[in-house]
């Protein structure tokens, strides 16, 4: 609105204000996108220089306070009605006289103006005219189709609004460049010009229309207008973000190789605004720390994933759990936090010593403390300590005891491997194989075998034979028995021949009768080491340890501390444990517990074993990240694994501890607890997956190599089940802008381009400010699509700003989903340069008012009741005490009556 119009309506203005009295009133409000009180209902009189003051100072750049306040690109003509209702004193007649071009581009002025009349409060308008309004240039529009194809040709349209007939030339840019350029005599009033235009490469255009002209002009903020069109390919465009594209070399070979197109970014070039985002149908974040992608970019992503449908993929999480709490985390298919980890799972196998040595040892203690063996004999402590770490272990844990003696008597499993579902039988088990009851020959039945072998002259020293060896090992006298000692014995002894009989044989079957087993002085571990090893390594458990029982006096014939050092670094911890501290070799024990990357326990009281033992699996703790070869399995059927033959998989050296979230799909597992490998869900109207190994040498050295087109296809796969978009149903919009006026309207169709009708579909108008970089997902204007035609929904809407705005039209199910972006670049108030005097007349004629009359119209009630205040308190306290008094008398007059009767009667007698 010009000053120059303002100039014209002072003068009414003024005489509206000199004539006041106490009979007639006026105030005065100011409107533009918001109204403003300038004058308050006064009756008396008010100076034209201080009305003039008021009227002028509102649209002073000094003045922030009033102009602010206005909303200087709207003309809201509701609002301002709204308020000067609001400002009527009580006891008159009511009258609205609106000064306006009328050109009102926001709110239902016409609606507000018949509400008011049916209360009672006619309207005139005055017309404020732009005759005299300096020449200007203004975009109206531009608009393009809101989504192209490849190879086919479209329009660019361009409404252009002259003050003047001129003479200029407009400029159309795309993504910055100049395309076309035209000369143009534009004529008084709308303009329309057209531009065709081609696109090849897939992706994102801006158009701008920039106007030039020699006369100079008003305003230069209304000389250019945006919109912009998407190309969208049959590939799937994918974001990259990473730190290095070295490590992502091989990704994006492979996807490269498939129907993608990958785009490499590291997080400075991360997207900043919602619209860029919405040009790829994925990202993929490979091994990106958590730190190095600011929080507002993590809540872009977030929100693009769950209200416009974006894919998602995560590969190699930060291993340093910084994605824990973060926005990422929100819209990925695990926990990152490491509380919610398990705890790993463990595979443990005891070696106890039973050998002769340890139950002698026992004996020689007992015999000196008067024939008890004490409460913490050797076997006494392999007991309670198998049975201390059974209670230990939980149903997802594996147990087993071997017990072991020579080299001539093989190891065996006194419990086998099994899991602890059972800890009260796993502890019976314990109890029943480790007895403390001493190893002797059966005499008996070693004269029988004897008798069996010798000839029938050397009967007599096979009974001498059977006699000696029982009596020597009651006595303690030879604990020591080998076949050679056997041998030995029968030759120098009993002066036997080889020939005659075969002592080795014999001496073999000898040693089976002693009970349970043959365990004597010098044990040899090895074997039971190499038969607890062949079964861990069939275990599938994280945390895999050997726990050897004895007093370390072993044969020394295998070098026990580098077969430690070989099995630590294939994953199994061997800890040691010394029976009785004072007898044991301990430096040896040590030594074993050092190499195998265990523990040397030297313990002796249960309890502090237990204890300790306790310590040590749980310094293990819950790692965040397992690093130790594993082939991954296939747990659930997916779209992601579609055309993948997991099972010729190479192995992964490692990944990232995860959690699955509650609605999430294990698809690939890590046994063998089975953590996710591969996991996805359904996020919001999106789709996010996480993949916890790497993509690149570090734990995919083998898949790189190895299984090339498996690693090709698993990448597509799971790529294309993040993007796919359901084509049952289709939502294709289309926006058409002039001004500040959005019209949108959205094609419902099938699969088969067949329309959809009576769905309850809806958009949201998300406003994204002038360089798009605001973005908020609660600051949304939501508004139903109303059907106007078989699968044609429309709907209309009023920007309130300039800048980017963004449309997104959803239907019932989660698949129905589109987005559409348009620009606002110039508001009406620019581009609006001529009064509406049919509005104006329409206004006046609903109010039941005038047109353009004088100010003493505007007083005149023509007719109508006038109503003026009257101080009537003094009255109304008049007439309470009346009612009062009366009401008083109206209750006592029966008892006055009865004694006034009373009184008469005694005149009478």
Known sequence: MPDEALDKA?????????????????????????????????????????????????????????????????????????????????????????FSDGRANAGRAQEKILAARARGVDLHAVTLSHAKAPFDLAVASLSVPTQTQEGVGYEVKVDVVAQAAAVGRVKLFRNGFLVERRELELQAGHNELRFRQQ???????????????????????????????????????LLVLGELESEAFELLTALQQSRCVPEFRTPDGAPEQLLDLLDYDGVILNNLLAASLPTDRQVLLRDWVDLFGGGLLSIGLDSLGGYEGTPIEEALPVSAGKERLP?????????????????????ADAAEAGG?????????????????????????????????GTEKYAPRWLVSLQKAYDKQMLKE?????????????????????????????????????????????????RPHLTVEALSDYARKTLKMQAKAVNMLAVANEAEGLIQPNAFLARSNAYPALQRAVNALKQMESVDKRIV????????????????????????????????????????????????????????????????????????????????QPFRPRKIADAPHLRGVNVSLAPQLFGYVRTAPKLGARTLLGVP??????????????GRSAVFTADAQERWASLWLRNWKDGYRQLWESTVHALCARSAARVLRPQVDVHGQQVALEVDFLDGQNRFLNGEPLHVRFYYLGESGYLFSRTAAEEAPLRQVAPGRYVCDYAAAKKGLYLARIGGPRAGDLSC??????????????????????????TGGGSLDSEPKVWLDLGGKRHLKRTDLSAWAALLAVLVFTLDVVLRRWPAYAAALRGKTGKADA
């Open 372 to 404: 008890e063996s004490g409460a913490f004999s050797r076997p006494e402590i392999m007991r309670n300590a198998a049975k201390l770490i059974v209670d230990s272990l939980s149903e997802r844990d594996t147990f087993g005891l071997i017990g072991f």
């Open 820 to 845: 559409v972006g348009f620009v606002i670049s110039t508001v009406a108030e620019q581009t609006e340069r001529t009064e509406d005097a049919e509005t104006l007349a329409r206004w006046a004629q």
């Open 429 to 477: 088990r314990v109890e029943s194989q480790l007895q403390t009851t001493p190893y002797v020959l059966d005499g008996q039945r070693l004269h029988e075998l004897l008798q069996a072998r010798l000839e029938p002259a050397e009967l007599g020293a096979a009974a001498q034979v059977a006699a000696d060896l029982t009596k020597a090992l009651r006595e303690n006298q």
């Open 548 to 627: 050897l029982l004895s007093d370390g006096y072993v044969e020394g014939n295998v070098d026990y501390r580098r077969l430690a050092g070989r099995l630590a670094a294939d994953g199994i911890k061997v800890s040691t444990v010394a029976l009785k501290e004072g007898d044991a070799y301990k430096k040896f024990l040590d030594e074993v517990a050092h190499w195998g990357m265990g523990r040397g326990y030297r313990v002796e009281d249960p309890g502090a074993f237990a204890g300790a033992f306790k310590a040590d699996v749980e310094a293990q703790g819950n790692p965040r990240v397992l690093e």
């Open 199 to 237: 696109t090849e490469e897939p992706g994102q255009y801006v158009y701008r229309a920039q106007l030039e002209c020699d006369r100079r002009q008003a305003s230069l903020d209304n000389d250019a207008g945006y919109a912009f069109t998407r190309l969208r390919s049959k590939k799937k465009k």
């Open 10 to 98: 002072l003068p009414e203005l003024q005489a509206l204000f000199a004539n006041l009295d106490a009979d007639h009133g006026a105030g005065l409000v100011a409107f533009a996108g918001s109204p403003r009180v300038l004058v308050e209902p006064r009756f008396e009189p008010l100076d034209a220089l201080e009305l003039r003051k008021r009227v002028f100072a509102i649209r002073k750049p000094d003045n922030p306070h009033a102009a602010g306040a206005l909303d200087l690109e709207r003309t809201h003509v509701e609002r301002a009605l709204d308020l000067a209702l609001g400002l009527f004193p009580a006891g008159y007649s009511r009258r609205l006289v609106l």
């Open 672 to 685: 063998p607890d089975y953590e996710p490998l591969l996991a996805a869900w359904d996020y919001g109207s």
């Open 343 to 363: 705890k790993p799972s463990l595979s443990i196998v005891m070696l106890a010593d039973t050998s002769s040595s340890i139950v002698l040892a026992d004996r």
